[in-house]
């Protein structure tokens, strides 16, 4: 088992092999791994170091400095499935908010602008529990995927992945973006619902614009009780994957030293609605990012 262990978990050298602009903050890079074995699951990440960066050598410097201690390497999701030629990571830009942003970012910035086909760098994988079990069908008649901006990273693997191997799972998702522009592979997602009708429904919910010309189906609004409810037909065999904004291990940290729970983002904000429509956690597999 160890060594299994190891032999999934290692350092892979990659190439960029194209860059795809999703939205107006991020960028899809695909990755071409050559003869490396992509033994990964559907719904998985990759790590990222970056010390292997030169650029960012001083960046890095004075931060571990601030922070007492060594940068730690950046986990992306993959939205890719394993038939499919490259590794595909989409990476969203994050940026520094005085008075909310704790640190500025280290890796995204450069990632999401500055990596054009040919570029070449180390990764590391595969892990990560996020995936769909293999006798998931003999539990399960439907996969509801809620999710929310970059957290449709992990999903759009899981769905591809499903859909590719035929396992008769129907999947729902429910997908909320603030506007049009933000919705990551909107065409994709498009052309696998007309494609695979019977085997995908897709909802986008707009928080901030009403919804004009979006296929296959929106709304506006977030996601809510009502909605999940109206989407869920026997909901002791649905599984739910859900992955979006969450609350931060420091923003905990700083709301428990104030006597405080921190406020709720959309990852805790689902499960609770989950667990109220009577979910139980055994159903649920959630991811979150921030």
């Excluded at 650029?55 to 922070?67: C, D, G, P, R, T």
């Amino acid at each position: 088992m160890a060594e299994e262990r190891r032999r999934k978990v290692r350092e892979i050298q990659a190439v960029v092999a194209d860059v795809r602009e999703e939205t107006h903050d991020a960028a899809s890079l695909l990755l071409d791994i050559g003869d490396e074995e992509r033994d990964y699951k559907a719904g998985q990440f990759i790590t990222i170091d970056p010390h292997q960066f030169g650029f960012l050598e001083q960046v890095i410097a004075y931060l571990e400095e601030v922070k007492g201690t060594r940068e730690k390497p950046r986990a992306y999701s993959m939205g890719s499935a394993p038939h499919e030629p490259h590794i595909l990571i989409t990476v969203k830009e994050e940026r520094f908010w005085p008075g909310e942003s704790k640190y500025p970012p280290v890796l995204s910035p450069p990632l999401s602008r500055h990596c054009p086909p040919g570029t070449t760098l180390t990764i590391s994988g595969f892990t990560g529990p996020y995936a769909i079990p293999q006798d998931a069908g003999q539990k399960a008649d439907t996969v509801l995927h809620l999710c929310a901006g970059s957290g449709i990273v992990p999903n759009f693997g899981l769905i591809k992945d499903s859909i590719h191997r035929g396992d008769d799972l129907h999947h729902v998702l429910l997908y909320s973006s603030k506007t049009r522009s933000d919705i990551f592979y909107y065409d994709q997602f498009a052309a696998l619902a007309a494609g695979h009708s019977e085997q995908l429904t897709v909802l986008h919910s707009l928080t901030r614009e009403d919804p004009h010309q979006i296929e296959p189906a929106s709304r506006k609004g977030r996601l809510d009780a009502e909605l999940i409810k109206s989407y869920v037909k026997d909901l002791d065999r649905t599984l739910v994957y859900c992955c979006g904004p969450g609350v931060l291990p420091w923003e905990r940290k700083e709301a428990r030293e104030r006597g405080e729970e921190p406020a709720p983002k959309f990852v805790e904000t689902m499960i609770q609605i989950l667990h109220e429509l009577g979910f139980d956690k055994r159903q649920i597999k959630q991811e979150s990012w921030g």
